[in-house]
């Protein structure tokens, strides 16, 4: 941080300093490992863009520090708001408050988020109704949103072809971004086979397979397995989609981030007691896979990235002791591939990189 400005790796943001409330953030632990500070300078990127950011993880804790550290990094006014089963549109947009004996209805932390430009941190989204996350995406996609008082929100763009504002229209601010978080294993999703969460399934959240959306742990006679896979799928282009799977910090890490059109696919499976970690990241239309498989005590990683309209994919297998890198860089149309098999106690990387010149 320096002079108002946020560099992280590559990416610089310029950060609003305030002394609300509204910027309360929790002192968080952070690791700072290469696949954290990855995902962070993307998500700088892609608020930078304009886009919103939906956060999926199986059990819902990897996301929430993911938000909070960009959050501490932003430094901008916020509001959090927490679904629930129960959670409707009325109170998604209108705030009850006592005061002085007397309760009042106020704008509630969406509405104050859209009318100053504020971050808006909307939590648990799969456990409320299809109707409130079908509003949301609304709002995402569209610009726009009827209150249940009648007032409707618009986008600036909208409400300047139109010629003015009418009365009872609240502008979306240009500044106005949602980071929206949600479990797969929570309510409605027990127990059926879904993929997507409620009412956010045109923005794309897939993973793989049935099997594939929760931790698998499987026990034989010469291994222990446990591993996980997970699909994001980009929704152009408001939306940054980033599905994480398991412990951000191992034995098995399965991250994919997509945004535009684009597909990202992690596998992670380590057999036995050692680390496997595959990141996916792909931009525009571009399609990027990532598989990393630990056997024994072994290390395995593979990270493809590819943008624009290419195809990069990058496999790593790890046997007993070794250590396996694999990496994958694409651009433009190009297709990269890049494969590391390593055994016994060999180091072995290899890179693929594919670029415009």
Same mark, same amino acid.
Not at 153 to 173: A, C, D, F, L, Y
Not at 203 to 225: I, K, L, P, W, Y
Not at 237 to 242: E, S
Not at 324 to 347: C, E, P, Y
């Given at each position: 941080?320096?002079?108002?400005?946020?560099?992280?790796?590559?990416?610089?943001?310029?950060?609003?300093?305030?002394?609300?409330?509204?910027?309360?953030?929790?002192?968080?632990?952070?690791?700072?490992?290469?696949?954290?500070?990855?995902?962070?300078?993307?998500?700088?990127?892609?608020?930078?863009?304009?886009?919103?950011?939906?956060?999926?993880?199986?059990?819902?804790?990897?996301?929430?520090?993911?938000?909070?550290?960009?959050?501490?990094?932003?430094?901008?006014?916020?509001?959090?708001?927490?679904?629930?089963?129960?959670?409707?549109?009325?109170?998604?947009?209108?705030?009850?408050?006592?005061?002085?004996?007397?309760?009042?209805?106020?704008?509630?932390?969406?509405?104050?988020?859209?009318?100053?430009?504020?971050?808006?941190?909307?939590?648990?989204?799969?456990?409320?109704?299809?109707?409130?996350?079908?509003?949301?995406?609304?709002?995402?996609?569209?610009?726009?949103?009827?209150?249940?008082?009648?007032?409707?929100?618009?986008?600036?763009?909208?409400?300047?072809?139109?010629?003015?504002?009418?009365?009872?229209?609240?502008?979306?601010?240009?500044?106005?971004?949602?980071?929206?978080?949600?479990?797969?294993?929570?309510?409605?999703?027990?127990?059926?086979?879904?993929?997507?969460?409620?009412?956010?399934?045109?923005?794309?959240?897939?993973?793989?397979?049935?099997?594939?959306?929760?931790?698998?742990?499987?026990?034989?006679?010469?291994?222990?397995?446990?591993?996980?896979?997970?699909?994001?799928?980009?929704?152009?282009?408001?939306?940054?989609?980033?599905?994480?799977? =398991?412990?951000?910090?191992?034995?098995? !890490?399965? $991250? @994919?981030?997509?945004?535009? #059109? &684009? %597909?990202? /696919? +992690?596998? *992670?499976?380590?057999?036995?007691?050692?680390?496997?970690?595959?990141?996916?990241? =792909?931009?525009?239309?571009?399609?990027? !896979?990532? $598989? @990393?498989?630990?056997?024994? #005590? &072994? %290390?395995? /990683? +593979?990270? *493809?990235?590819?943008?624009?309209?290419?195809?990069?994919?990058?496999?790593?297998? =790890?046997?007993?002791?070794?250590?396996? !890198?694999? $990496? @994958?860089?694409?651009?433009?149309?190009? %297709?990269?591939? +890049?494969? *590391?098999?390593?055994?016994?106690?060999?180091?072995?990387?290899?890179?693929?990189?594919?670029?415009?010149?």
């Amino acid at each position: 941080m320096e002079n108002g400005t946020l560099t992280n790796d590559k990416t610089s943001a310029s950060i609003s300093r305030t002394d609300e409330a509204l910027n309360v953030v929790p002192d968080i632990i952070f690791s700072d490992i290469p696949q954290h500070r990855k995902i962070m300078e993307l998500l700088l990127q892609d608020i930078q863009r304009g886009n919103h950011l939906l956060l999926v993880e199986n059990r819902g804790l990897e996301n929430k520090k993911i938000a909070d550290r960009l959050l501490q990094h932003l430094n901008r006014p916020t509001e959090y708001t927490q679904l629930h089963r129960y959670t409707t549109v009325h109170s998604l947009t209108i705030h009850p408050t006592a005061k002085n004996g007397t309760v009042i209805y106020e704008d509630s932390p969406l509405v104050k988020a859209v009318k100053y430009g504020y971050l808006l941190v909307v939590d648990e989204a799969d456990k409320a109704p299809t109707t409130v996350t079908s509003i949301l995406n609304t709002l995402i996609e569209n610009g726009e949103m009827v209150l249940s008082d009648g007032r409707r929100m618009i986008s600036r763009k909208k409400i300047n072809s139109s010629g003015g504002k009418p009365s009872g229209i609240i502008p979306v601010h240009d500044d106005f971004r949602m980071i929206i978080m949600t479990s797969q294993t929570g309510f409605p999703f027990l127990d059926q086979d879904f993929s997507t969460p409620s009412g956010l399934e045109d923005r794309g959240v897939h993973n793989a397979s049935s099997r594939s959306r929760r931790r698998r742990q499987v026990s034989s006679s010469t291994s222990h397995e446990i591993g996980i896979t997970v699909k994001a799928v980009g929704s152009n282009p408001a939306i940054t989609t980033v599905v994480m799977g =398991a412990d951000g910090t191992g034995p098995h !890490t399965a $991250t @994919a981030i997509a945004s535009g #059109t &684009a %597909v990202a /696919t +992690a596998t *992670a499976v380590t057999y036995g007691t050692g680390t496997s970690t595959a990141t996916a990241i =792909a931009n525009v239309s571009a399609i990027a !896979t990532a $598989t @990393a498989h630990s056997y024994n #005590t &072994a %290390v395995a /990683t +593979a990270t *493809a990235s590819a943008q624009d309209s290419s195809s990069a994919e990058a496999t790593a297998h =790890a046997h007993d002791k070794a250590v396996a !890198t694999a $990496t @994958a860089n694409a651009s433009d149309s190009k %297709v990269v591939m +890049a494969k *590391a098999i390593a055994k016994g106690d060999q180091v072995i990387t290899d890179t693929q990189t594919g670029l415009s010149t």
